[in-house]
């Protein structure tokens, strides 16, 4: 099983790893940090998220985030 909610497009589409998808991964792990430990896509399912991540939604900013460290996520 894939943790689908932390990779990048290129990564879900054609199993594509790479520095920069690992980037990608760190942005959500910072995303996690100051929802104070949410599931990326939370609201939605596994089929939802991947069609999310897909068509290039990103995660909104948690209120806690500034946004100079939301910029660089």
């Known amino acids: 099983m894939?943790?689908?909610?932390?990779m990048p497009p290129e990564s879900i589409l054609y199993r594509k790893f790479?520095?920069?998808s690992d980037?990608?991964?760190f942005g959500v792990v910072l995303w996690?940090?100051?929802t104070y430990g949410k599931q990326?896509?939370?609201q939605?399912?596994?089929t939802e998220?991947?069609?999310?991540?897909t068509q290039g939604r990103e995660l909104e900013r948690?209120?806690?985030?500034?946004?100079?460290?939301?910029?660089?996520?």
């Open 40 to 42: 990326p896509w939370y």
């Open 44 to 46: 939605l399912s596994n």
């Open 62 to 73: 948690p209120r806690t985030c500034p946004s100079e460290v939301y910029a660089v996520m």
């Open 23 to 25: 980037i990608w991964s």
């Open 18 to 20: 790479t520095t920069e």
């Open 49 to 53: 998220a991947i069609e999310c991540i």
């Open 32 to 34: 996690e940090i100051f």
């Open 2 to 6: 894939l943790p689908i909610r932390w």
